[in-house]
Structure formats: C-alpha cells, structure tokens
C-alpha cells in the first residue's frame, strides 16, 4: 500500500511542477515577449511600414545580408523567440531560409551575448568549462560566432533553395 500512495504522491508532483513551470512562463516569458512585440509594432507604425518594408527589402536584397547580418540582428535585439518575427518582413521564398539561419544562430551568439538565447546559456556554460582549461573561453566564444556566421550562410542559401524548388515542383 505504500508503494500506491508514493506513486499517486509523486504522480500529483509531476503535474505540481508542469503547473509551476506554466506559472514562470506566464509571469515571465509571455509578458515580455507580448511588450517587445507591442513595441516593436509601435515603432513600425511610428516609422511607417512601407518604410521598414522598403529598408528591409534593401537589406535583404543580397543573399549575403539576408541570411547573416539580419539573422544576427535579430537575435542581438530581439532574443529568442521574439527574433523570428524579423521574418515578417521577408518574401514568401525566404521566410524558411531565414528561419533556418536564425535557429542555427541562437546558439553561437550565447557565447558572447547571452541575452540573445538565455535558455541555451547553460550548454554554452558546460562547452566553455571545458575549453576554459586549456585556452581562453572569450576565444571561443568568438570563433563560435564567426564558424555561426558561415553556417547559417550555407544553411539559409540551401534552404532558400529547396523551397523555390519544391515550390515550383508543387506548381507543375
């Protein structure tokens, strides 16, 4: 009998802390991604968005920009999860390639701006110890951002690829 009351004790204490979890998220993570979208809508409006369409056009213009620069950008300032809403601005065939480049970026920008990818600072924290032995982590962490910077390249070209192909493939 007391295995029965353990298990019911510590079943009911999975879904206490499922419940916790939603709590923190409700307190933390939603209100500050529903302000940082307010906000930047505010600014779009407050700028034009023909104007930030126009701007975002220029700068996407170049393969190059479009699947480094704006995907850094976009971590550097909005963080993650905020940073895929920065695809808005794209065309219907790019949206998947910058998505791609900015989930490949989340992760190597955490070395030397942690804010970018908070939940992903503890693997960053667990690499470095171990690196932080025998060579210096600020080293590192920039090599990583630099390898982040090709990586993301090559993933968003390919990507931009395979969905201008199966879009046309779908269309014959």
Known sequence: MNYLSSFAEHFTG???????????????????????????????QFVGE?????FMKKLTKFTIMRYTILP????????????????KFLEE??????????????HPITGLFPHANS??????????????????KSDLAVRYLLSAFVIILVRGIVTEKLTIFLKHRRQA
Request: glycine share 8%; charged share 10%.
């Open 14 to 44: 999975l879904f206490q802390a499922a419940a916790d979890q939603f709590v923190s998220f409700i307190t933390g993570v939603i209100p500050l991604v529903a302000v940082m979208i307010l906000a930047v809508n505010a600014v779009i």
């Open 50 to 54: 023909q104007r930030v369409m126009n």
């Open 72 to 87: 850094f950008l976009a971590c550097f300032f909005f963080a993650n999860p905020m940073c895929y809403t920065v695809g």
């Open 93 to 106: 065939d790019y949206k998947p390639g910058f998505y791609d480049a900015t989930v490949s970026m989340l």
């Open 119 to 136: 939940s992903e600072l503890f693997v960053w924290l667990g690499i470095s110890a171990g690196f932080g032995k025998v060579a210096n």
